[in-house]
T-cell receptor, first 112, second 110 residues
Framework: SAVISQKPSRDICQRGTSLTIQCQVD?????MFWYRQQPGQSLTLIAT?????????ESGFVIDKFPISRPNLTFSTLTVSNMSPEDSSIYLC?????????FGPGTRLTVT | RKEVEQDPGPFNVPEGATVAFNCTYS??????FFWYRQDCRKEPKLLMS???SGNEDGRFTAQLNRASQYISLLIRDSKLSDSATYLC???????????FGTGTSLTVIP
């Protein structure tokens, strides 16, 4: 199974700033996903990231707020822009390998 | 209607008990089905893929009923370490999106 790492693991940021989260996979994966999870709730998909094309965003999420890069088959970044306290959450990246999805450990973001 | 629905629980069961979770999905053309386990403050981890013929892995048995559009997870001889949230996940037949249920909370009590 794919092993996925994320950094930072956590951060505390001031409102109005931006944070870029990095996601690294130990093998090449076609599809990568970015999710958000509030405490006690299930995962909400932000966007799907394919290598070589623009990310596909879900309803309620826009590129200006959550720009995503996918420069190759093992790496992706998610930027949370112009942050507000409502952006405080856990952000998870995942990669799909052999039709199964594997997750990174998550980035715990607190916006003050 | 949600793509995937689960009973959120919580399920509180004694050690050694057998517990079953069900999950329904709305898209009859869905292709792939999974159970994930998520411990508190951790990422979801794949527990089992669910195959049409059903599959078993030790104390865990997963079954798929396409006619009724539900999948189930059976845990036998529950251990304290089984305490977690169990997420039902379905992949549709178009696009690449995985649909997550809200999760079922299980606590195994000594």
């Amino acid at each position: 199974s794919a092993v996925i790492s994320q950094k930072p693991s956590r951060d505390i940021c001031q409102r109005g700033t931006s944070l870029t989260i990095q996601c690294q996979v130990d093998s090449q994966v076609t599809m990568m996903f970015w999710y958000r999870q509030q405490p006690g709730q299930s995962l909400t998909l932000i966007a799907t990231a394919n290598q070589g094309s623009e990310a596909t965003y879900e309803s309620g999420f826009v590129i200006d707020k959550f720009p995503i890069s996918r420069p190759n088959l093992t790496f992706s970044t998610l930027t949370v822009s112009n942050m507000s306290p409502e952006d405080s959450s856990i952000y998870l990246c995942s990669g799909e390998e052999a039709y199964e999805q594997y997750f990174g450990p998550g980035t715990r973001l607190t916006v003050t | 209607r949600k793509e995937v629905e689960q009973d959120p629980g919580p399920f509180n069961v004694p050690e050694g008990a057998t517990v079953a979770f069900n999950c329904t999905y709305s898209n009859s053309a869905s292709q792939s089905f999974f159970w994930y386990r998520q411990d508190c403050r951790k990422e979801p981890k794949l527990l089992m893929s669910v195959y049409s013929s059903g599959n078993e892995d030790g104390r865990f048995t997963a079954q798929l009923n396409r006619a009724s559009q539900y999948i189930s997870l059976l845990i036998r001889d529950s251990k304290l370490s089984d305490s977690a949230t169990y997420l039902c996940v379905v992949k549709g037949n178009t696009g690449n999106q995985f649909y997550f249920g809200t999760g079922t909370s299980l606590t195994v009590i000594p």
